[in-house]
């Protein structure tokens, strides 16, 4: 799990991750092969370059649908990068709430786009939970 904590401590410049657990449908063939076992499911930390293509077929729907689905709707996502609280779970005790695709990247400290940005490197977590809905967290990475 080594590039797992490189990733998430931000010494990974222009990689992606994707995480799946393993109550999700299993990864096509190409996925598995550089899929590492993580927490609970399976996970890619590659070059964007590498792996956008792979990681856009992989999750539901493809990145660009799935970024903006989450943008909506704001839930808390462990820096771990496996899990969450899902902004539905409080409504509905009776389901379980696990994610089961998350899509992450991080966005290098950028001081003329103000705010959180120029803080520091910033993680983007987007995530599909098993109740179907969509959300996303951002945080400086090593703040949370
Ligand atoms: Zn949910």
Redesign the pocket.
């Given at each position: 799990m080594q590039s797992h904590e490189q990733f998430i401590a931000g010494n990974r410049p222009g990689h992606i991750m994707l995480f799946q657990h393993e109550n999700a449908t299993s990864l096509p063939d190409d996925a598995s092969k550089v899929a590492k076992n993580a927490a609970e499911g399976k996970m890619i930390i590659q070059p964007a370059v590498m792996a956008r293509d792979l990681i856009d077929k992989v999750l539901v729907p493809n990145i660009s649908q799935f970024t903006e689905l989450s943008q909506k709707r704001q839930g808390n996502i462990e820096p771990y990068l496996t899990s969450g609280d899902?902004?539905?779970?409080n409504s509905?005790h009776d389901?379980d709430?696990i994610i089961e695709q998350l899509f992450a990247f991080v966005q290098p400290k950028h001081n003329s786009l103000g705010g959180i940005y120029a803080d520091g490197d910033v993680m983007h977590a987007y995530a599909r939970?098993?109740?179907?809905?969509h959300y996303s967290d951002r945080w400086v990475i090593a703040s949370k």
């Open positions: 899902c902004p539905e779970a509905n389901e709430h939970c098993s109740c179907q809905v």
